[in-house]
Each structure stands twice: as structure tokens, then as C-alpha cells.
């Protein structure tokens, strides 16, 4: 059984900095694609950024651009997101998503073959 497990939130004032993690278990596949959503209470998920892994290839939301950073280790099966110069509207629940083939569309649908838990991240004025 396929499990995803965040690591990394917290509580940061406005401008500090996270890094959040997600490892991949259970699967001896490399995920085609893995992204990370968010979800301010009240309000939807929202994708925030997504690495397809076999290329690498890293796509963000505008709102993340220039702060936020995508990466993968492939040896340990994890995703990150690096977050900097944070804000108070970045204050969000974040999940760790993962598309197994080309066949789920993870950046235009949201639809993912897995889901984390979610990790908290506050950031405070």
C-alpha cells in the first residue's frame, strides 16, 4: 500500500522559510509526476507546484514563482518545497500529491492516484 507522508510545517513569521518533505512508500515504481496543493481554511485547494520526475521538469503557480522551489531525490523517493520570503496568505494546510502515469492529469485536474496527510504551515505578520 502506497503511502505519502509531509514533514516540515510549522509556524514562521512573515519572510522566514520552510522546507517541506514528502517521502513515498509502499512502491517500488518512480511516480510519474508529484506536486504539492494547499488549502487556506474557507477556501479551495489550490495547486502550488509539480515535478515530473523522470525529466524534471518543474512548473509553479504564479503566486509561487520566485519563492517557492520543487525539487526530488530519487534514492530517498522524496519531494520537497522549499518556501521562502513566506506570507500571511501563504498560511495554508499543504499536501504532498502523486500521479502514477500520464494518465492522471495531477496539474490541470487536481486528480491524484495518491494523497498525503498534510502539513500544517502558519505564517504569521
Known amino acids: 500500500q502506497v503511502q505519502m507522508v509531509e514533514s516540515g510545517g510549522g509556524s514562521v513569521q512573515a519572510g522566514g522559510s520552510l522546507k517541506l518533505s514528502c517521502t513515498v512508500s509502499?512502491?517500488?515504481?518512480?511516480?510519474?509526476?508529484m506536486a504539492w496543493f494547499r488549502q487556506a481554511q474557507g477556501k479551495e485547494r489550490e495547486v502550488v507546484a509539480i515535478?515530473?520526475?523522470?525529466?524534471?521538469?518543474?512548473y509553479y503557480a504564479d503566486f509561487a514563482k520566485g519563492r517557492y522551489t520543487i525539487s526530488q531525490d530519487d534514492a530517498k523517493k522524496t519531494a520537497y518545497l522549499e518556501m521562502n520570503s513566506l506570507k500571511p496568505e501563504d498560511t495554508a494546510m499543504y499536501y504532498c500529491?502523486?500521479?502514477?502515469?500520464?494518465?492522471?492529469?495531477?496539474?490541470?485536474?487536481?486528480?491524484?492516484?495518491?494523497w498525503g496527510q498534510g502539513t500544517q504551515v502558519s505564517v504569521s505578520s
Open positions: 500529491a502523486a500521479a502514477r502515469s500520464t494518465r492522471t492529469k495531477l496539474w490541470t485536474t487536481g486528480i491524484a492516484d495518491y
Open positions: 509502499g512502491d517500488s515504481y518512480r511516480m510519474y509526476s
Open positions: 515535478i515530473y520526475t523522470g525529466a524534471g521538469s518543474t
